[in-house]
Every structure is written in C-alpha cells, then in structure tokens.
C-alpha cells in the first residue's frame, strides 16, 4: 500500500509570491491534515479535511488555505509569501478522520521563500 | 489553552540503561495522548496512544490524569531506539488535528 505522497519535495519561493503544496493520502483514508514545522515553533497544526469538508482549523492567518477533492486528494495554499513562512509542510492522512485512528504521515514539502 | 510540553531536548544515555521522556499537559476536557517517533530520514510515525494501553518496541505511557503527564518510559534502551520523540494531544471532537509537543531528541550510545 502506497504511503502518503506529497510533492513536490521542495520548492524555492520569493516573498510576495503564492504556493501551492500537494498531498495525496493512502487508499481510502478520507481526513487530511496540515502541519507546519519549523526549529521554532515545532509542529503545528493547519487544517484537517474530512469528504471535501474542513472540519477543523488551526490558529494560522487567512493567507493560508486549503482543499480537498472528490478522490480525497488535499491541496494547501499560501498566498502572499513571507520569510516565516519558510518550514517543512507536512500532511497525514486517516481512514476514519477520528483522532484515536492513527494518522500517517507523509515525508513533507520544504519550503524556502527567499 | 491547550499545551504539551516536552521539557528535554535532548536525552543521552548509555545502551541498556532505563529511559523516560517527559511529557507534561495541559487540557480542559478528557485528551487523548499519543508519542509519535521519527527515526532518522524517517517519516513521523505512531508509536503508542494512552488508549491502547499498550507496549510498542518495549516503550509504554502512562495518563497520569493527576499530575496531568503521559510520560514514556523504557527500561533498557537499545542504540535503534534513537530518535525524535513527540508527545502529542488530541484536539477536537473529531478529526486527527493534533497539538505537538516541540519534541525530545534521544540518543542511545554504546
């Protein structure tokens, strides 16, 4: 069974600009969730979508936003680049999108915005 | 506001010697805990959750509702159990939105 995909892997960015991640979950896990990590502020949560639907947001300001397809497939976008937001974006995914499934998560994305 | 805290950064100890890596949080309704491990070049993975009640690779965490602490703990550490460990709190009813700790570094020497 496929991990979780995300891509690209990296990515290299100027300020201003926007980005778009992407992360296809396992087979049949329907809840996607969002994390940013940084040597900082550690791992933070994003978003979680369930069927299309997001069903829970963290505390991120409204530059960053997010999707889900039919095929549960998730993208993440951030608008508006700034130098903080240079991390490593992960995302996991669940069967049940309940917190007591265990979440799988994928190798993230690097992002540097220069 | 809920938080998890992981006072160590960084845990050395010798093979074979006992491990506990501290975990300390703080949460107004009944949480759900997990310790998630990333290996070297590894992804994030589960390792154990307080509601399984069970012992993965030799590790166990207990809830300690009390001193509100889920610490994990080892009694012989071996040199493949150096990682990144994070304790992490559920948020939420549902969804896997997750409230990390910074995380604990442990290394394992001969």
């Known amino acids: 069974k496929a991990g979780v995909t995300q891509t690209p892997r990296y990515l290299i960015k100027t300020r201003g600009q926007q980005v778009t991640l992407s992360c296809s979950p396992i087979?049949?896990?329907?809840?996607v969730s969002w994390y940013q990590q940084t040597p900082g502020q550690g791992l933070q949560f994003l978003f979680e979508y369930f069927s299309e639907t997001q069903r829970n947001k963290g505390n991120f300001p409204g530059r960053f936003s997010g999707r889900q397809f039919s095929n549960s497939r998730s993208e993440m976008n951030v608008s508006t680049l700034e130098l903080g937001d240079s991390a490593l974006y992960l995302c996991?995914?669940?069967?049940?999108?309940?917190?007591?499934?265990?979440?799988?998560f994928g190798q993230g994305t690097r992002l540097t915005v220069v | 506001a809920q938080r998890v805290t992981q006072p160590e950064k960084l845990l050395s100890v010798f093979k074979g010697a006992p491990v506990e890596l501290k975990c300390n949080y703080s949460y107004s309704g009944s949480p759900e805990l997990f310790w998630y491990v990333q290996y070297s070049r590894q992804r994030l993975q589960l390792l154990l959750r307080?509601?399984s009640r069970e012992s993965i690779k030799g590790f166990t965490a207990d809830l300690n509702k009390g001193e509100t602490s889920f610490h994990l703990k080892k009694p012989f550490a071996q040199e493949e159990d150096s990682a990144m460990y994070y304790c992490?709190?559920?948020?939420?009813?549902?969804?896997?939105?997750?409230?990390f700790g910074k995380g604990t570094t442990l290394s394992v020497s001969s």
């Open positions: 992490a709190l559920s948020e939420g009813q549902a969804g896997t939105a997750l409230i």
């Open positions: 307080h509601i």
């Open positions: 087979s049949g896990h329907r809840s």
């Open positions: 996991a995914s669940s069967s049940t999108g309940y917190v007591s499934t265990e979440a799988f």
